[in-house]
């Protein structure tokens, strides 16, 4: 076990410092912006995916029996949830004659911020490997985002064309998501809800979406897009390792549990405890928790031009 002592940070022992840098400000939660969140009471979740429902009806001619119908049963998609932990060790000597500043405190809120980067990390993983046909493959057999998700109707395609944002790329993500069908194969209500990009998209998808006029344009042609509203909100993230990937959220991340959801098994917790043999205090950190996006039709998305 490594103990943090007065040698680790020896400059703080001695008079003279005028100002120590180091803690920054953080951002606020990132993923806490398009994912769900539920508590969980158990050591896993398991969900019922792919259930087709009834088809159409048949013409019945007369005094002809009715046609019969048959629902069935999809995939079974379970997540297990992990444990996350970090702890430091401080000597008694290290605590008592810093100078400066309260050694526990400080590392109780770095303990505090490592929880957070780490959900930040474990919430991005699903779209960091969305497009990964070998570590991103799911109980499907394919990944995330894919052209062939397999379902009683047949394939079904969630991919958006590979390209950088622009209008008729927007314009075409509305498009395909108001055809997105059910596993029956029978159009549903589905919208787009959120736009989620890297910063450095930002700018031009403020271009895009902030005028009332066609952006980019010498016409006089309304911004369809900002007019009707087909673009809810934008959520720009810094942690998503392809810049140039567009993610799209549709109304199916409203229903419970079916798009991107964060399951806390047990909350964040930090302990403090003591070691009365070399008198070294301990702190310590532990949370649980998984991620699911069990329905794939709750997002769709572009790797952008660069894939």
């Given at each position: 076990m490594q103990v943090i002592d007065r040698s680790t940070h020896a400059s703080e022992y001695w008079p003279g410092i005028r100002a120590i840098f180091g803690e920054y400000e953080n951002l606020d939660a990132v993923y806490k912006g398009f994912y769900g969140t539920e508590t969980s009471e158990k050591a896993f979740e398991e969900f019922l995916t792919e259930r087709a429902g009834l088809g159409l009806a048949y013409q019945q001619p007369e005094l002809a029996p009715v046609n019969f119908?048959?629902?069935?049963?999809?995939?079974?998609?379970?997540?297990?949830?992990?444990?996350?932990?970090?702890?430091?060790?401080?000597?008694?000597?290290?605590?008592?004659?810093?100078?400066?500043?309260?050694?526990?405190?400080?590392?109780?809120?770095?303990?505090?911020?490592?929880?957070?980067?780490?959900?930040?990390?474990?919430?991005?993983?699903?779209?960091?490997?969305?497009?990964?046909?070998?570590?991103?493959?799911?109980?499907?057999?394919?990944?995330?985002?894919?052209?062939?998700?397999?379902t009683p109707a047949g394939l079904m395609d969630n991919t958006l064309v590979a390209q950088d944002i622009s209008e008729l790329f927007f314009e075409d993500a509305v498009i395909r998501i108001s055809y997105m069908r059910n596993p029956r194969g029978h159009i549903i209500n589905a919208r787009l809800k959120r736009v989620i990009i890297s910063p450095e998209s930002g700018p031009e998808c403020r271009r895009i979406l902030g005028s009332p006029l066609q952006p980019n344009s010498q016409s006089n042609n309304i911004n369809v897009l900002r007019v009707t509203g087909a673009i809810p909100e934008v959520l720009e993230t810094p942690f998503l390792i392809d810049k140039d990937a567009t993610f799209m959220q549709t109304s199916e991340q409203d229903t419970p549990m079916a798009g991107l959801t964060w399951f806390e098994r047990s909350g964040y917790e930090v302990r403090e405890d003591s070691n009365w043999s070399n008198q070294a205090s301990l702190l310590a950190m532990w949370f649980r928790g998984s991620t699911a996006c069990p329905d794939w039709r709750a997002i769709y998305a572009s790797p952008g031009s660069g894939a």
């Amino acid at each position: 076990m490594q103990v943090i002592d007065r040698s680790t940070h020896a400059s703080e022992y001695w008079p003279g410092i005028r100002a120590i840098f180091g803690e920054y400000e953080n951002l606020d939660a990132v993923y806490k912006g398009f994912y769900g969140t539920e508590t969980s009471e158990k050591a896993f979740e398991e969900f019922l995916t792919e259930r087709a429902g009834l088809g159409l009806a048949y013409q019945q001619p007369e005094l002809a029996p009715v046609n019969f119908d048959m629902t069935s049963d999809g995939a079974r998609q379970q997540v297990t949830h992990c444990a996350y932990g970090l702890a430091v060790a401080i000597s008694r000597e290290a605590k008592d004659d810093n100078l400066y500043e309260d050694v526990s405190a400080r590392l109780a809120r770095e303990l505090n911020l490592a929880a957070r980067r780490t959900e930040e990390y474990i919430a991005h993983a699903p779209l960091q490997l969305a497009f990964d046909t070998v570590l991103g493959n799911r109980f499907d057999g394919v990944p995330l985002i894919s052209s062939a998700h397999p379902t009683p109707a047949g394939l079904m395609d969630n991919t958006l064309v590979a390209q950088d944002i622009s209008e008729l790329f927007f314009e075409d993500a509305v498009i395909r998501i108001s055809y997105m069908r059910n596993p029956r194969g029978h159009i549903i209500n589905a919208r787009l809800k959120r736009v989620i990009i890297s910063p450095e998209s930002g700018p031009e998808c403020r271009r895009i979406l902030g005028s009332p006029l066609q952006p980019n344009s010498q016409s006089n042609n309304i911004n369809v897009l900002r007019v009707t509203g087909a673009i809810p909100e934008v959520l720009e993230t810094p942690f998503l390792i392809d810049k140039d990937a567009t993610f799209m959220q549709t109304s199916e991340q409203d229903t419970p549990m079916a798009g991107l959801t964060w399951f806390e098994r047990s909350g964040y917790e930090v302990r403090e405890d003591s070691n009365w043999s070399n008198q070294a205090s301990l702190l310590a950190m532990w949370f649980r928790g998984s991620t699911a996006c069990p329905d794939w039709r709750a997002i769709y998305a572009s790797p952008g031009s660069g894939a």
